[in-house]
């Protein structure tokens, strides 16, 4: 079971920066992606997630009408898009596939991409 | 929904035992079984040690360990060895489909 994610992106501020990751070794439409960042000097954050198989997705107050997430099931897939980037965006994005309790609770995450870093600057 | 509240960081002497914080609220910690703990090295992602308050992975170190008291989590490293040196995170549900991390720990073996 392992995440793979797209190699490094460098970003004018305003512009927007798609991720993906890619998924092996499970069942892609049994689990939700989360998208979890770090930027420099601070924590994770949480950011959202979504469900391939029915598209559904849920995202942290912060970032919503800021950030999408998609996926493409056919070559499991999927993708985090920031857009109207800001300096303080600048870190590393992380994908993890999230494990749900029996009543659809998010309990833990695991497997964890390797990671993505986003550097905006003008 | 505010991050979780953990102590910058924590130290203790080779073999010790410590303890790391993590506090919310009644809507969070409190409220759910659905407290988790990551261990992550610098440029590295970050790695499950600890789910469900007190559950341990299999191929995690019994000498790590979780509880609860009211709202507030903790997470419990005995007999501190170097290669625990690392950043700590709480992170807990918060209903509705969301979840939030704690600021995280920076421990330190002496």
């Known amino acids: 079971e392992q995440l793979g994610q797209s190699g490094a992106e460098v970003k004018k501020p305003g512009a927007s920066v798609r991720v993906s990751c890619k998924a092996s070794?499970?069942?892609?439409?049994?689990?939700?992606i989360h998208w979890v960042r770090q930027v420099p000097g601070q924590g994770l954050e949480w950011m959202g997630w979504?469900?391939?198989?029915?598209?559904?997705?849920a995202y942290a107050q912060k970032f919503r009408g800021r950030v999408t997430m998609t996926s493409d099931t056919f070559i499991t897939t999927s993708y985090l898009e920031v857009s109207s980037l800001r300096p303080d965006d600048a870190g590393v994005y992380f994908c993890?596939?999230?494990?749900?309790?029996?009543?659809?609770?998010?309990?833990?995450?695991?497997?964890w991409g390797q990671g993505t870093l986003v550097t905006v600057s003008s | 929904q505010s991050a979780l509240t953990q102590p910058a960081s924590v130290s203790g002497s080779l073999g010790q035992t410590i303890t790391i914080s993590c506090t919310g609220t009644?809507?969070?910690?409190?409220?759910?079984?659905?407290v988790s703990w990551y261990q992550k090295f610098p440029g590295k992602a970050p790695r499950l040690i600890i789910y469900?308050?007190?559950k341990r992975p299999p191929s995690v170190s019994d000498r790590f360990s979780g509880s609860r008291s009211g709202n507030a989590a903790f997470l419990t490293v005995s007999g501190l060895q170097p290669e625990d040196e690392a950043d700590y995170y709480c992170c807990s549900y918060v209903g509705r489909s969301m979840e939030v991390f704690g600021g995280g720990t920076t421990l330190t073996v002496l």
């Open positions: 469900e308050v007190i």
């Open positions: 993890t596939r999230g494990v749900l309790t029996e009543n659809y609770e998010i309990n833990w995450f695991g497997p």
């Open positions: 979504m469900n391939p198989k029915s598209g559904n997705t």
């Open positions: 070794g499970y069942n892609f439409t049994d689990f939700d």
């Open positions: 009644s809507g969070d910690v409190g409220g759910y079984n659905l």
